[in-house]
């Protein structure tokens, strides 16, 4: 897993990156300037987000490269079919958000409320779930590789035609997962998951 590359960061004028299609180097906090707007393409790389509430801003080709996201709220934001590489979202209020049919490479999610979010067909590679809540969740037909999930909320959290073979979900709360038996063939769990997979099947366990 990669950590996003940032070697400066200057005020920027928004207006103009806007028009521009692409924010570069820039920090960014407590700004309207992205609100409430429809843009065909935008580009982010090598940038800070701050304490940004970002709303009703709508992109038809999202890139992100090189970005973080700190203590922003990004509720329901639109992911979806959108390029992310080396990104980091720390502490962010992501609740709804849509990556649906989004590549995301090197992301890591820390300390984020992710609940109701939707990663149905995304492909994630190199990235990292981290002490988030994605409660109630949709992973369907969502491809994983090298993707580590440590000591997040899954609770109620679906998982249906996505292979977790080799995913270890041993320090995650998985209470009320919904999966099909191809999707957890070869997951990697602890005592007490097995337990209460065993009870979703009916299954007694003797001592």
Not at 19 to 28: G, S
Not at 42 to 61: A, P, Q
Not at 133 to 148: A, H, P, R, V
Not at 160 to 180: C, G, W
């Amino acid at each position: 897993m990669k950590e996003p590359i940032i070697k400066r960061t200057w005020k920027h004028n928004l207006k103009e990156d806007l028009e521009n299609e692409k924010i570069t180097n820039a920090i960014i906090e407590k700004s309207e300037e992205l609100n409430n707007l429809t843009l065909n393409e935008l580009t982010i790389e090598e940038s800070i987000f701050k304490n940004e509430i970002i709303e009703n801003l709508k992109i038809e080709e999202l890139t992100i490269r090189n970005v973080i996201f700190e203590e922003c709220d990004l509720t329901n934001f639109d992911f979806s079919k959108s390029y992310l590489d080396r990104v980091k979202f720390s502490k962010c209020k992501l609740i709804g958000s849509d990556f649906n049919l989004a590549i995301l490479k090197n992301v890591i999610f820390e300390n984020c409320n992710l609940t109701y979010s939707n990663f149905a067909t995304a492909k994630i590679n190199n990235s990292l779930f981290l002490e988030s809540n994605l409660t109630e969740n949709s992973f369907i037909e969502t491809k994983f590789s090298k993707t580590d999930f440590i000591k997040n909320n899954l609770e109620k959290c679906d998982f249906l035609a996505t292979s977790l073979k080799d995913v270890d979900l041993s320090s995650n709360n998985i209470e009320k997962i919904r999966f099909d038996l191809n999707s957890i063939k070869g997951a990697i769990l602890n005592r007490e998951q097995c337990v209460i997979l065993a009870n979703i099947f009916d299954i007694k366990i003797k001592n």
